[in-house]
């Protein structure tokens, strides 16, 4: 990955090429802690850090150059520039503040260049390693899900089922989640992103789990909709339906299409059959060290999918005042198509 670094900073005649995002810094370096600045040349790649994770970063970067500020960050990176005789530097402009920004050029005789999405394109593609780490991550939050479905009884509020998964995944290994569990019960269940509270689950409600766990530093997703009861017509119309559509998207998903074809196939099967409105968000996004990365599968997504890409794959319909249905998986991408990482099953699941 460095190599492909130092061919940027030569096609855009830079020096260095620097980041502080926490998420990048890591990606590149191994490193965990919460303070650093990547400086990445055509020769060195060193990373500045302070006094409290100076044995850290030298644990976990064992390939980089690790340097204590002192006294400051900027006061070392003004040393690096006057000893490396540094004109230029390449900086994420999406990540750096104004502020920051400004100081920089104060402090500092060089030509700051905003760039965009170099590291970003390179973490697209997952390494084995990457793959094997959100593989545990999708595998611990199927295990989770699958202990707690016998459980899951009318009378329970979504905020003690979300509390019940954030806790099951963490007993079976998870660092942590991913991001905070969406539980949509009945009504609620037509808000994409329900935030759990105290309604009870009533029978003839939908209920829309969409939760994930991060192993390793690396995140997984999953959404499932269960069913509170029999299902009456409406139920298995709403629900097949969904699960048509995620099936023939996951089909689709194969190196050389776009995400926004692979998003189309989806979005023509649910408004196909009068519910286009009823879906509008993306089919699925790219899954890392962050829960929402490229490539996206939506009407906008213009990457092309290659083998190692992670994404899920998640259409939704959600009828305001009645409730909602999401299927998502989790999948890489292949040489030939894409192997599903999430192991639960997705026939309807009917608690009685």
């Not at 490539?295 to 190692?308: A, K, N, T, W, Y």
Request: hydrophobic fraction near 40%; charge should be negative; include cysteine.
């Amino acid at each position: 990955m460095l190599e492909q670094i130092r061919q940027k900073l030569q096609e855009n005649n830079c020096d260095v090429f620097i980041t502080n995002n926490r998420v990048n810094r890591r990606y590149l370096t191994k490193f965990t802690g919460s303070a650093g600045l990547v400086w990445i040349s055509a020769t060195d790649n060193i990373l500045i850090t302070d006094f409290r994770y100076t044995e850290q970063a030298q644990q976990q970067s064992p390939d980089w150059q690790i340097i204590q500020q002192e006294p400051t960050l900027i006061e070392t990176m003004q040393r690096l520039v006057d000893q490396h005789q540094v004109k230029r530097i390449a900086y994420e402009s999406d990540h750096v503040t104004v502020d920051q920004l400004t100081q920089w050029q104060e402090k500092l005789p060089v030509e700051f260049v905003p760039t965009k999405n170099w590291v970003l394109q390179l973490r697209m593609i997952k390494t084995e390693d990457e793959i094997a780490k959100i593989a545990k991550a999708a595998s611990i939050a199927d295990q989770a899900l699958a202990e707690l479905l016998p459980r899951i009884k009318p009378g329970m509020k979504e905020k003690e089922l979300a509390f019940e998964l954030e806790f099951t995944m963490r007993r079976l290994g998870a660092e942590g989640v991913s991001f905070d569990p969406i539980v949509g019960s009945g009504p609620q269940g037509a808000l994409p992103h329900a935030v759990p509270g105290d309604r009870e689950f009533q029978y003839g409600d939908f209920i829309v789990l969409d939760f994930g766990c991060v192993y390793e530093g690396y995140c997984s997703d999953m959404t499932r909709t269960l069913l509170m009861g029999q299902p009456t017509e409406k139920h298995l119309e709403i629900y097949n339906l969904v699960l048509e559509a995620q099936l023939k998207a996951l089909a689709a998903v194969k190196p050389g299409v776009t995400g926004k074809q692979v998003d189309q196939i989806a979005r023509d099967i649910i408004a196909g059959a009068g519910y286009g409105e009823c879906f509008g968000h993306g089919l699925g996004h790219g899954v890392g060290l962050e829960i929402h990365e490229d490539p996206r599968l939506s009407q906008f997504g213009e990457d092309i999918l290659v083998p190692g890409m992670i994404v899920t794959v998640e259409p939704g319909v959600y009828l305001p005042g009645w409730g909602g249905v999401r299927i998502e998986d989790l999948v890489v991408v292949t040489e030939n198509g894409c192997r599903i990482l999430t192991a639960t099953p997705k026939d309807l699941y009917i608690i009685e």
